[in-house]
């Protein structure tokens, strides 16, 4: 039996934590919202790769780290999302807004077809099959001159009006971005609590015994990668909208591989992990490359530090410490 | 000679591994409602048996009938979904999830709605009672919050038994529930069994002879893949080839 001030010290703890539970998401997006127009253009540009690239991140976290599923293809529905966009607008002269819903609908279909076929397999062919997916719709993009520029790309992209605002300025296309970021945070962490969200992690965490307790475990899978590549298209129609032009570096498995970093960098199977590694690895990348050409091989060693220092990435490792000072006290 | 009770039944059923036939063209009738026990030496093929009938692996040849509906070669989730369950010898648990969470896992592709990718699981009142009801069923109620990894090993045991139940099956398979247990988590775990609703049939595998008579009403000897004896308890301890081939006497 605790002591009564123990129990009112309890309390307190947890109040504060509640506090500490509303504070600190409020006082990020404060920050966020306010960044662009202290910190100037050059930030707000970065900042907004960051929140798209998170986008991706989070998109291929829900398949990598609460589902299981080693995919090493995710730039496919990123480029499906970005060239539909693209092209719908420079060929056919479709409304960017439309296009970028049909820019989602399109990964997502192309999610279902190459999800189906690579579900069948798992483990190393599951990783393989999905970045021979990815690398043919690559060489797609590359070989088909006529429509996708070859590895020119194609840009042009007519960006409409938002109730007078014009969506080419930088400030405004920063706070599309912040918008879809923050929409598809919140998604993403109502997904991972729901029952279907537990569905998929317990996928992760014991699939045979998913199916002994009547999973259909392969449509559970599916659903996963279909979710992720419908979030991945999201990425991609944001970010060819945000720059206005996209080339087979959309669909190329550097950027695939690109994704997988910044999840397992950032702590994969948390919410926050991947955000972290899009902006640890993106602000490290643009630093070091302006001081070497060789930026990819300080990028790798620091890599390799923080998966051997941080197991559970840095802010699956950090948020870990945190959990055990706080248990402590 | 299938009696019209019998709510579970295999015929002529075979499994061969190349060449080692680990089952043996049984023909094996389970009664509803029984506590019917399968015993063997090791390598008598007793879970392969029960790997085929819960759909963890496919028969060679014969078949297998669920309430009357063949099942044979029916993947494992749809086998559960008629209303088989199964324990695992080796425990196989969500060890990084809390104890609630496995269940809750079992309960809601029953009761809830798996799909539902919006409404935070904690808060869905039904799963989660239903989850506690079962724990408390096998004396867990009391560890909802733990981690499963951090349970100790009879503690996983009974949480084995709660995802089967939390499944709602009108059948019960248990891979040797007791194994790798001290004897009062042995008896602890014979308690549960006793405690468990009459209309459930079970069918459990056991080494521990002590546990199969205090828990089986009807006992099927294996040997080699194939049926030697089935009866009550004192049918079996009379049976010679039983003696012989189990019992170890002449």
Partial sequence: MPADSEIVVGVARQNRNELWRVMVPLIIVVALAILPLVAGTYVGGIVTEILVFSILAMSLNLLIGYTGLFSFGHAAF???????LILLNTIF????????????????VGAVAIGYLCIKVSGVSFFMLTLAFSQMLFSIAVKWRDVTGGSDGVGGLKRPFFFGLDMAAPLHTYYFALLVFLASFWAIKRLVASPLGH???????????MRALGYPVQSYKLLSFVLGGMMAGLGGTAYAFLNGFVSPDAAHWSLSGEVLIMVILGGMGTLVGPVVGA???LLLKNIISTHTDHWMLIVGIIFIACVLLFRDGI???????????WSRR | MESPLSILRTENLTKMFGSLIVTNNLNLSIEAEARHAIIGPNGAGKTSLLHQIAGQLRPTSGKIFLKEQEITGFAAERVCR????????KNSLFLNLSVVENVRLAVQQKRGNPLNPFTPAENIAKTNERAREVLDQVHLGADIGRLVRELSYGEQRQLEIALALASDPEILLLDEPTSGMSPTETQRMVQLIQELPRQLTIIM???????VFSVANRITVLHYGQMLATGSHEEITRNPAVREVYLGVA
Wanted: proline share 0%.
């Fill in chain 1, 199 to 209: 569905s998929f992690i317990g996928i992760r965490e014991n699939e045979g015994r």
């Fill in chain 1, 78 to 84: 990123f480029s499906l999302g970005a060239y539909t």
């Fill in chain 1, 315 to 325: 802010y699956g490792s950090l948020s870990n410490l945190l959990a055990r000072k």
């Fill in chain 1, 279 to 281: 902006a640890v690895y």
């Fill in chain 2, 82 to 89: 008629m209303g088989l369950a199964r324990t695992f010898q």
């Fill in chain 2, 205 to 211: 595998i056991e080494h521990d002879m002590d546990v």
């Fill in chain 1, 93 to 108: 002269g479709l409304n960017a807004w439309i296009g970028l819903l049909a820019g989602v609908m399109v990964a997502t």
